[in-house]
């Protein structure tokens, strides 16, 4: 089962100006951590392949290359391989925001 997760500091008790993770503050902070990379379209291959377009943070696990998605102030990621998890709480926890699973 594919579980999906959002980064997002909706439910911090901060100043309104920072209840939205900005693109340029995500940029700043995946350029710093080495096993991370910024792509404008995610490209999905098997029997058909499928591009989608936006603000891809590619996380390195081995072979495997996993989406952190930027999109509208808040970071989604899948939750389907569980090496993520860890990961993911940290990034929240950095960018001083909290996980929420859908």
Known sequence: MNQRYR??????EIDISEKTISLEE???YFEIK??????PV???????SMSIEGDFFMW??????IPFR??????YV???NEAVIPI?????????ADVQGD
Do not use: N, W
């Not at 995610?42 to 058909?48: D, E, Q």
């Not at 390195?60 to 290359?65: E, F, M, Q, R």
């Not at 993911?88 to 001083?96: G, P, T």
């Open 34 to 39: 080495p096993d991370f990379t910024y792509t």
């Open 88 to 96: 993911m709480i940290e990034v929240a926890s950095e960018l001083r």
């Open 78 to 80: 899948s939750g389907t």
């Open 26 to 28: 995500c940029k700043k």
């Open 70 to 75: 930027y999109y509208q102030g808040d970071i």
């Open 7 to 12: 980064i997002t500091r909706e439910f911090q």
């Open 42 to 48: 995610f490209t999905v291959t098997g029997a058909t």
């Open 60 to 65: 390195s696990y081995g072979d495997i290359k």
